[in-house]
């Protein structure tokens, strides 16, 4: 059985988020007492990625996101070798399945392998398979056990990618998850009790989560990303695929492109946002979300969180993963100020370091 890192406990380790349009790498230290510890950033880097190299969410050129990882990771300063990567949630089947509580890890994994064909619909041969124990199941006497199953595919190529950049994975863990962490260290106390909504609007895809006291409810993922304002920007602008990216990242598009594009954009996503969620709530019976945390770099999109806020009736915030961080000498604050809510996913990876 090839794990998933999902139960490790070592560190420091260097998150590491391959995204369809760069190489992002954090790497944290924790400061203080066991009881009362802070996080400090000891090192940060975004690598921009060409086009070819993450098609469609799988890595498409192993030898560009090497090269990419080892410029990030260059760049950053570190001297860590071990890395915690992730699979998109698409590429991931997850089960929850209820075991009697009280077993030994290794009895657990028996009882799992002989099982999996039952909650996996692929040859197990084809795949990597990983479980962690969430907590008691609703009957006495069971604990809910989460099952992670991905292609040995999919895994290899990171694991390929992480090579060329001389770093090995100590953890290959799911998107939903790293993300649900970051999510939950954001919010500090303010997460106990409440049902966070996580939106995370990266270029390919938006990730759509629940979470509540640490515990993932509900992930989707949908095609609907900034890849789709881009191609507005290009369309009504006439401009280049990389001009129409760097004039949205600077600010430097022409007067209506807020009235004209970005609210447009943003009236689309807030309604896919909402109906993925309202799906859920059906699905389950739930009541909704208390808060809605916006990361990934669309999360900055002009107007997007007042219209999130007053379109679905939930305080959404712009996540800032660093908001209880301090800066380590080597880090540059630029870059956290500009791409704090790109680096959640790296952020939440980082911390399983500290599992
Ligand atoms: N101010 C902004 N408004 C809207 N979109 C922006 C802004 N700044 C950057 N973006 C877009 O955010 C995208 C990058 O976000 P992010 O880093 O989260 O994506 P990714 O992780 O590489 O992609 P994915 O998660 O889909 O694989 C780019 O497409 C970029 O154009
Ligand atoms: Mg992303």
Excluded at 255 to 283: K, M, N
């Amino acid at each position: 059985m090839f794990s998933l890192g999902l139960g490790r406990k070592q560190a420091p380790l260097l998150g590491i988020d391959i995204g369809s349009t760069a190489v992002k790498v954090v790497e944290l230290a924790r400061v203080g007492s066991a009881s009362a510890h802070t996080y400090q950033v000891a090192s940060c880097a975004l690598e921009t990625l060409p086009p070819t190299a993450v098609v469609e969410k799988k890595i498409a050129d192993i030898q560009a996101v090497g090269e990419s990882i080892r410029q990030a990771v260059t760049r950053c300063g570190t001297k860590a070798k071990a890395a915690a990567v992730a699979v998109p949630g698409s590429a991931t089947i997850t089960k929850v399945i209820p075991l009697s509580a009280g077993m030994k890890d290794a009895e657990m994994e028996g009882l799992i392998q002989l099982d999996a064909d039952q909650y996996i619909p692929y040859p197990l041969d084809e795949v990597n398979l990983d479980f962690t124990v969430l907590g008691p199941a609703v009957t006495q006497g069971e604990v809910d056990v989460l099952l992670v199953a991905t292609r040995h595919e999919v895994v290899d190529n990171l694991l390929a990618a992480l090579a060329i950049a001389g770093l090995e994975a100590e953890v290959v863990d799911a998107e939903p998850y790293a993300l649900e962490n970051a999510a939950t260290l954001t919010m500090g106390a303010l997460a106990e009790g409440q049902t966070i909504a996580i939106a995370d609007i990266g270029a390919q895809a938006t990730r759509i989560q629940v979470v509540r006291n640490g515990r993932g409810l509900f992930s989707r993922e949908q095609g609907f990303a900034a890849a789709q304002l881009l191609e507005e920007i290009q369309r009504r602008y006439s401009l280049k695929a990389d001009e129409a990216r760097r004039c949205l990242e600077a600010g430097e598009l022409p007067g209506d492109f807020v009235a004209e594009v970005a609210r447009p954009f943003a009236e689309a996503l807030t309604q896919q946002i909402g109906r993925a969620l309202q799906y859920y709530y059906s699905a389950t019976s739930s009541k909704p979300a208390d808060q809605i945390l916006l990361a990934g770099g669309g999360a900055v999109l002009p107007e997007l969180e007042q219209m999130v806020s007053s379109r679905l009736g939930i305080l959404a915030y712009v996540a800032n993963p660093f908001a209880h961080m301090t800066l380590g000498p080597r880090v540059p604050g630029q870059l956290i100020q500009r791409h704090g809510p790109a680096l959640a996913l790296a952020v939440g990876l980082a911390l399983r370091g500290f599992d």
